[in-house]
């Protein structure tokens, strides 16, 4: 009996199963520390216990990309580690924030797929779910990818895809029970413009440049236990689609997050992912600049002391985006490599 | 009076003496996280607290190469500073696991001692243990290493060379106090096989692959306070035996360890260090690979719900392990570079 | 209005102005694990929470430069993000030592400012003080920096430059409180030599040397949440003065510091920073070396098991320092990088 996992080919997931994951894991400060050091991330919040107690929190929580990428890279073994391309995220809601001392566990749900038109691979859609260890809701979302077929004759399940909001409700967008902004200090967070400063329309140039190393992205894609391939061997990859290692989408994100503080210091809390594409693969020695534009600004019922703002924010490499760079049409500037569509909490 | 320590070359070792090696050092969840960062390694017993619990620990240990690595360097300065080579390991008992807040200190004896024919190099045996703030042993082995002479006129004492067992005794395995594997949930460790689904010859290739930056093993090494200069100073090595610096051999262990986790998910702890062999040196950039053999089973006494498994792990390098690269006599594959002989402890 | 924070330039400074830093930060044993993985460092005291309580002390306290580059790091982006050269150090008083959980802010008073005749930049001269949770001064010091001015035509303030002394004086160094070196073990710290055994004039070479990679430079920065472009940014530092990327001034204390361990294993405290001067730029790929020369010994009053020693630690790079580079009148060595002048504290 073979003792090695090969993973799930596309003909290997059922409609409707659920996928229990392995590797719980409790994180610690040493995961915030880790994180800092690797994308330079400054929002105080999670910076600062005291800074965290003022607003209602009983410690700093981890950063919200942080806890994403932990979540996903539970999937990645059973969800993805034959995939040939991450297609799309939808629907993403944080729940909970993650806090030291906190367990992960999480599950994906099968919920759509649908063979490609070549029989060589399929798509599968996911709704995963990461809890901490009293089973509340971190972050559930849906991911859908690419996945390589074992056998290109195997028969196919029925063609199912879900159908997917183009954003999360208003509505649905979870404030962190016992959060109250009354007392927070802006001069500490390091940034002036709150929720009441944001206009629909507005687009914010981050400015700065952060350059990946090898080491950096396999030291974040490690801590997340993402298992997928394509970051890690060298030897492999020098024979593979770019001749070289592929930096995790998700280090991407966290990096655009970190750039996103310059203009965007007090947007304290992701409460949602709308939607996002990995728009074109990131390598090592690449600077990733981003920027971001204001897609919607919304109330949040009952709460005069915080606002949710819908942003965009598209990340480009060894290209400063003060003349930011976007798509046109369907084809995107050659320098972009992320767009990102998620909502915000800020103080008003 | 000179104030740097120069390291004991051959002719300053005194059979039976005991070195009380420098820098005890508390642990914490950031040498798993760092160490998590570094290799990938995802044994669930080190990655959450909740599930070492289930299985009557107190919380999540240290990995146990990580703690053999810290035990490890502390002996360096007063040891090896000065070696050409690690020549080998024996007789390794694992005894109490390492938990977070722990205090490490390591004492090493002098068990041997032969000046090599040349004059100019001697064989070092020394017994080392690393304990925790209790005094109880967390690592108690044996190595031996080739140190260089001051000056090869010296007398040499007279050689001594320690017996040393082909293997622990499976009765002289540890098993953890309070371990209880009758909760153990293979799900979430994420492999179903145990103890009774290997057979001796088996043969396990760990298909992944881990590549090796300089930034990466320099901080390994330097968080086990590991000050062999090989590693670190690349001024001097571009003019050394390599014209780089050299990789720790520890951390090929941890990456070797690391990867055995897909066919070896449920070896939940290393039991003993029964031998190993730095077969050929290893530089950033080097893809490592890993297969495992099965040399022997033993049963627990009084356990019906832990075994042990004897296995010998190869890790190799820019060659992935499908052909399981071995050995021939004395001669081994060019790409091995490791050859480690080793205990676990696995649930049934 | 633009939601960026594009940093103060010489003309944006007034006399006498208090700049209150952002970004609170609270400290864990995540930062002395990332510190120890990223220097090497081996000092007992601050490596094992045993040997510190067997000082009096209730923990292990940070690295004392890990404390300072936090403290520095907050003061960037107010200071000197558009700074073109870190000129000086004075007046550095270490005061409480900063504890794992401890929250660290930083303000900043400018107490000079001085147009350069070229009228493109000016020198502006700030003492900076960061402070735990207790508002207890962890660390008080000023620096002088050059500053680009916005706009050349633009009015400067009266020029204003501080009187600093040469030196602090032994009488204004802080003992931390409790601490009491009857019981320092000097085995476990590692080095025999105590503040008795060094005289004026003495100077140590320490021997080994670190190579710095650009992933470890950048994650040691990026952890004390400095903002400073010329770091972090490829893309842009490739068209720069340098061409590449520069080493923060900073990180090159620490390993510094971290190699004087070997001949000064029992300076267990940094008392003071006197001075110090970035001598030459450090990249990627530079291996530090480093010497350390006894400028003054100093009685610390009413205390027979502590003294003072004024040190001037000279580090290089490239280059081993057997042979002591030094300066000569106001050139130095051309492989000297660092100059620093500051007051340890090591048991008698």
Request: net charge neutral.
């Amino acid at each position: 009996m073979a003792k090695t996992e090969p993973g799930r080919f596309f003909e290997d997931f059922r409609f409707g199963e659920t996928l229990v994951h392995a590797t719980p894991r409790t994180v610690s400060e040493a995961d915030a520390a880790l994180y800092l050091a690797l994308t330079g991330t400054r929002f105080a919040v999670n910076s600062a216990d005291p800074f965290a107690q003022s607003l209602g929190l009983k410690r700093a929580p981890l950063d919200d990309v942080l806890a994403f990428n932990i979540v996903f890279g539970k999937t990645v073994p059973d969800v993805s580690v034959n995939a040939v391309a991450n297609l799309g995220y939808a629907a993403g809601i944080f729940g909970v924030p993650l806090f030291s001392g906190d367990t992960v566990t999480a599950r994906s749900e099968v919920i759509g797929l649908r063979e490609n038109s070549n029989r060589q691979t399929g798509t599968v859609y996911v709704r995963s779910r990461g809890v901490n260890q009293r089973g509340e809701t971190l972050i559930d979302y849906v991911r859908w990818v690419m996945v390589r077929k074992r056998d290109s004759a195997a028969d196919a399940p029925a063609p199912s895809v879900p159908k997917l909001p183009e954003a999360v409700a208003p509505a649905d967008l979870v404030v962190p029970a016992g959060l109250d902004l009354a007392r927070y200090d802006r001069v500490l967070a390091g940034s002036r413009h709150g929720w009441s400063d944001f206009a629909v329309g507005d687009r914010i140039d981050h400015v700065d440049g952060m350059t990946i190393e090898e080491a950096e992205h396999a030291m974040a894609t490690r801590l997340y236990q993402n298992t997928a391939k394509v970051h890690f061997n060298r030897h492999s990859e020098s024979k593979g689609r770019f001749g070289k290692r592929l930096i995790y989408g998700g280090h991407i994100i966290s990096l655009a997050r970190a750039l996103s503080f310059n203009g965007l210091g007090n947007a304290l809390r992701i409460a949602a992912l709308n939607g996002g594409r990995h728009v074109a693969p990131c390598f090592a020695g690449d600077t990733i600049y981003a920027w971001t534009g204001v897609l919607a600004k919304a109330e949040i019922a009952g709460r005069g002391d915080v606002g949710a703002l819908r942003l965009r924010t598209v990340a480009a490499k060894d290209h400063p985006c003060a003349d930011f760079p976007d798509k046109d049409g369907d084809a995107y500037h050659a320098a972009v490599v992320l767009d990102l569509d998620y909502w915000v909490l800020m103080p008003r």
